[in-house]
C-alpha cells in the first residue's frame, strides 16, 4: 500500500509530535507513524493493581522553557516541593527552597550538608543560574559539573551528600562529568520552575499534544524499515513525502539515517513498592546517601495521590545500576525509616537508552536539517531532556516550513 503525505514524522516522542503539531497549525498534512502502542516515547504509564506506574521515575519541570507549549492545567498536576531529604546518621534533614517554604530555613541551615560556606555557594550558584542571562551561562568557561561546583566553592560534604546523588537522578551519572553549561541550564530550570506529576501519568503529556493532530494522522504500531528522501517505508507500505522528520530514539535514527551520529548511553533501574502509608508530610525527594546503590527514593503519592487507588503509598526509587528489589529493599526502608517488612513490591523497571549523554564540549542546537528533505530531531540534538525533545522538534518544524512554505521577500519573517 502507497501513500502520499506532504510530511511524515517518524516517531511519536514529544520531539515528533513537537514537531507535526505546529506542522499540522501551519496548514500542512502531516502524518506520524510509531512502531510502539502509544504517544508519548519515553514517556510511558501502565497502571498495576490500581496504582499510576511511570517508566522509571520522571517528573515535568514547568521551569523548561518548552513547557509553555502544554495545557499545564489539563494536566492536574500535583506537586514536589522545591528540595530534598538528606538522611546522616540514620536522622533525616531538609533541604529546602525558601521561597517556597521559609519555615524550614532554620532546617536547611542546620542541614549536614557541610558548612555555612557551602550553603553559601549553594545559594550563590542557584541564583547565578538562575537569574543570569542564558547568553551569559552559555558564554562561561566550559568544564565538568564536579569542577564547576568545586570551583563555586562547594566542598566535598555537600557535594557528595546532596549535590552528587540529587544531579545523579537527573543526569544518569554519578561522576558529574556532564558539562557544566547543561548543569547551569538545569538549575536554572530548578530554580525558576516547578516538579510535577500528571494525574495520568507522564504518559499523558505526550497523549495531550497527539490529540491536536487527530487519531486519523497517527499510526501506532507502525515500525519504519528504512527512509529515503521523499520516502518512508513500513512493514504497511510505502510513504512519499515532501519531507521527512526523523524523529526517533537515538539508536533508530543513527540506523534510519547513517549521517547522524547519536547514542543514549544512560541507564536507569527503578522499583516500585507500596507502603500502608506515607513516612512524610510534605512530598520531597529522598536522596540516596554516598556509598549505597539508590540514588533517590521518593513517595510519589505525596505529590500526586491520584498515583494511588486507595490511599497507600507508592513509593519510586532509582539507581544507575542494575539490581534487584530485593537486593534493595534494606536500603530503601532505611531512607524512608520504615520496617524492611512493610515494602511490598510492585514492579521493577530498567531503562535502557534512558538518555543521551551531555559531557563538554555540549553540543547544543545540532543541525536537524540533512538536506534532500531529510530532517532530525530528538533530545540528542539539544539536551536529554523534556525540554530538549521539545525545543528540537520545534526547530526541526521551523526548517521543514522554511523549505515548503517559505515566505514571500516582503513578509516580515524574511528579515
Known amino acids: 500500500m502507497s501513500s502520499r503525505a506532504e510530511v511524515v514524522v517518524v516517531g511519536a516522542g514529544l520531539a515528533g509530535l513537537s514537531a507535526a503539531t505546529r506542522l499540522s497549525a501551519a496548514g500542512l498534512d502531516v502524518q506520524v507513524v510509531e512502531a510502539g502502542g502509544h504517544a508519548g516515547g519515553r514517556l510511558a504509564t501502565e497502571r498495576i493493581d490500581g496504582f499510576v506506574v511511570d517508566r522509571g521515575f520522571q517528573v515535568l519541570n514547568t521551569g523548561y522553557p518548552r513547557a509553555a507549549d502544554l495545557d499545564l492545567a489539563a494536566l492536574r498536576l500535583g506537586w514536589f516541593r522545591r528540595g530534598a531529604v538528606v538522611r546522616v546518621d540514620g536522622r533525616a534533614h531538609r533541604v529546602v527552597d525558601p521561597r517556597q517554604r521559609p519555615g524550614r ?3 536547611t541551615a542546620t542541614a549536614p550538608i557541610g558548612s555555612v560556606r557551602d550553603k553559601a555557594a549553594l545559594a550563590a550558584f542557584s541564583l547565578r543560574a538562575g537569574y543570569s542571562p542564558v ?38 551519572e554519578d561522576e558529574l562529568a556532564t558539562s557544566s553549561r547543561y548543569l547551569d541550564l538545569l538549575w536554572r530550570s ?13 504518559q499523558a503529556v ?7 493532530l487527530g487519531a486519523d494522522r497517527l499510526h501506532l504500531r507502525t515500525p519504519v524499515r528504512s527512509v529515503a528522501p521523499g520516502s518512508v517505508t513500513t512493514d504497511s507500505g510505502r510513504w512519499s513525502a515532501d519531507a521527512v522528520v526523523v524523529a526517533t530514539d537515538p539508536e533508530t535514527a543513527a540506523r534510519l539515517l547513517p549521517a547522524v551520529e547519536a547514542s543514549a548511553p544512560r541507564r536507569v533501574t527503578t522499583h516500585f513498592h507500596v507502603l500502608p502509608g506515607s513516612p512524610w508530610d510534605e512530598p520531597l525527594i529522598v536522596l540516596g546517601q554516598p556509598g549505597g546503590r539508590l540514588v533517590n527514593s521518593v513517595v510519589l ?35 524512608h525509616g520504615v520496617a524492611p517488612s512493610d515494602l511490598e513490591l510492585l514492579t521493577s523497571v530498567t531503562v535502557p537508552g534512558a538518555q543521551p549523554a551531555a559531557v563538554p564540549p555540549l553540543r547544543l ?3 536537524v536539517e540533512l538536506g534532500d528533505g531529510l530532517y532530525v530531531c530528538g533530545d540528542h540534538r539539544d539536551t536529554p531532556s523534556i525540554q530538549g525533545a521539545m525545543a528540537s522538534g520545534a526547530r526541526a518544524a521551523r526548517a521543514v516550513l522554511r523549505a515548503l512554505r517559505p515566505a514571500p521577500p516582503d513578509d516580515p519573517r524574511t528579515s
Open 105 to 107: 530555613v532554620l532546617d
Open 135 to 172: 547568553r551569559r551561562l552559555l558564554g562561561a568557561e566550559e568544564r565538568t559539573a564536579e569542577q564547576s561546583l568545586r570551583a563555586a566553592g562547594v566542598g566535598d560534604t555537600a557535594l557528595d551528600r546532596f549535590f552528587r546523588p540529587f544531579l545523579a537522578g537527573v543526569l544518569l
Open 190 to 202: 530548578f530554580v525558576r520552575g516547578s516538579l510535577g506529576l500528571p494525574a495520568d501519568g507522564m
Open 206 to 212: 505526550g497523549e495531550q499534544l497527539a490529540g491536536r
Open 301 to 335: 503519592s505525596d505529590a500526586q495521590p491520584r498515583y494511588s487507588p486507595d490511599g497507600r503509598a507508592l513509593v519510586a526509587s532509582s539507581g544507575l545500576a542494575p539490581t534487584r528489589a530485593e537486593e534493595v529493599r534494606d536500603e530503601i526502608a532505611a531512607l
Open 365 to 367: 542546537r545540532r543541525p
